[in-house]
């Protein structure tokens, strides 16, 4: 039930002080250009929608329309055309933007974000779900904490997590009792990563068995009892 047993034994852990998300196929990237001129900047924008709020029918909601990052791993920017964004982190897009319009505008800012970042976590936990990032950025650790932790069934030596990268499905297992997870490249999640916690033997065999089991017992004892009785 312990987790990190051999935690003393380590002197630092050797994972990057850093982590930075990669954009993916299917990602929704907000991205806003500003800049002094902001009449310079206005063409490179998406149109900003609003959405009325429901309670309160005089306020409105400005809402930045995304970006769908198709599946070749491109989006289609105004003015600037056909982008390549996958496998490339918010900093760099944001970087590469910023030096194609500089022919444009002067001394332009880009702000990108990825709006669909998500976690599923399933399996023997609290409160299994989905759960929306907002800072782009979560542990395996932090996952489960949001969804109330493992329960006592919870196979803390045999976590699954299954990632998509590229097209390619691929899976990775952790020990939670020992410390070589925070090493493992699932340590950090990725965005639609699905953490499963599979449930303990002795929780999975009493799933399977019949939960009358234990009255039939009874029933079987008591008339075994009865019957006992009036035929001595």
């Known amino acids: ?25 299917n990602d929704l990237l907000a991205i806003t250009v500003s800049a002094d001129n902001m009449a310079a900047a206005s063409p ?27 599946s070749e791993g491109t989006i289609v920017f105004p003015k600037l055309g056909v982008l390549s964004v996958v496998n490339k982190t918010r900093e760099q897009l944001r970087d590469e933007i910023t030096e194609l319009l500089k022919e444009f505008i002067k001394a332009p800012l880009v702000n990108v974000r990825i709006q669909n970042f998500k976690v ?38 045999n976590v699954l997590v299954l990632r998509e990268a590229e097209g390619i499905k691929k899976y990775g297992r952790m020990d939670f009792t020992k410390s070589d997870f925070l090493d493992s490249p699932y340590y950090y999640l990725r965005q639609n990563d699905v953490v499963i916690v599979e449930q303990n033997k002795a929780e999975v065999q009493q799933s399977i068995s019949n939960p009358n089991t234990g009255i039939y017992f009874t029933v079987a004892s008591l008339l075994l009892s009865i019957f006992v009785i009036f035929t001595r």
């Open 120 to 157: 599923t976590v399933l399996g023997s936990v609290a409160s299994p779900g989905t759960y929306n990032i907002t800072d782009e950025r979560v542990t395996i650790l932090e996952a489960l904490g949001m969804a109330g932790d493992m329960t006592i069934y919870g196979e803390r030596d």
């Open 1 to 25: 039930m312990i987790y990190l047993q051999d935690i003393s034994r380590l002197d630092s852990i050797s994972s990057p002080a850093t982590y930075s998300t990669l954009i993916g196929v």
């Open 44 to 70: 490179f924008n998406i149109p900003i929608t609003t959405a009325r709020d429901v309670n309160i029918t005089a306020v409105q909601t400005p809402i930045v329309q995304p970006y769908l990052v198709s």
